[in-house]
């Protein structure tokens, strides 16, 4: 995979916070970043359906390796195994459905701001947390627009940032309607 991105975003209130937000490896408010990686992924799907299970589970692991022989901005090593489990009781319509994802990000520098806001583990959405908004379960940086003559006192944001590690679970009951 090869993928080159220009980031552009507000200028944060330190120094030290602008690699941080953009994943740029200098204090400007734009970089260009080049990432190339190997992904490899792993699937042992045992549901017994993919759409609507009721029964089985659902075990993967991806893995990453940035850098390498086809360069790039940063150099690392991530791995995201899921697991997925599903048991209905009897021949009723109640289901237990649990969910497990771990996942990790290895720097190569050992530095945990040498990651690019790419690569990092974000949480949300319909397919993570439903309670959050998409991308918004996350270290967040609170952050404040430079003033303008316009808006001389900015109100202050947050800012998703990622992280290097996620840890995201779910045990929820669903029920299947039965026609009569």
């Known amino acids: ?15 030290y916070t602008s690699p941080l937000t ?21 699937t042992w799907d045992r549901r017994n359906d993919p759409l609507e ?5 659902y075990a993967s692991l991806d893995l990453q390796q940035g850098g390498g022989p086809l360069g790039g901005t940063y150099k690392y090593r991530r791995v995201l195994p899921e697991l997925r489990g599903y048991l209905t009781f009897g021949d009723g319509p109640l289901t237990l459905a649990a969910r497990l994802r ?13 990651t690019a806001v790419d690569t990092r583990f974000y949480a949300g959405g319909a397919f993570s947390m439903r309670g959050f908004n998409e991308r918004r379960l996350s270290p967040l ?3 404040t627009p430079a003033p303008t003559s316009s ?3 900015p109100t202050p944001f947050t800012l998703p940032v990622g992280g290097n590690g996620l ?4 045990l929820k009951f669903r029920t299947m309607m039965i026609p009569d």
């Open 1 to 15: 995979h090869l993928e080159g991105e220009y980031l552009n975003g507000a200028t944060p209130g330190t120094v």
């Open 22 to 42: 953009l994943g740029c490896q200098t204090t400007a408010q734009s970089c260009f970043v080049w990432l190339s990686y190997l992904e490899e992924a792993i």
């Open 53 to 57: 299970p009721r029964r089985g589970y």
């Open 102 to 114: 771990v996942g990790e990000l290895y720097p190569a520098s050992g530095r945990p701001s040498d």
């Open 141 to 143: 940086l609170l952050t």
């Open 151 to 153: 808006n001389p006192r």
């Open 167 to 170: 840890l995201d679970g779910k």
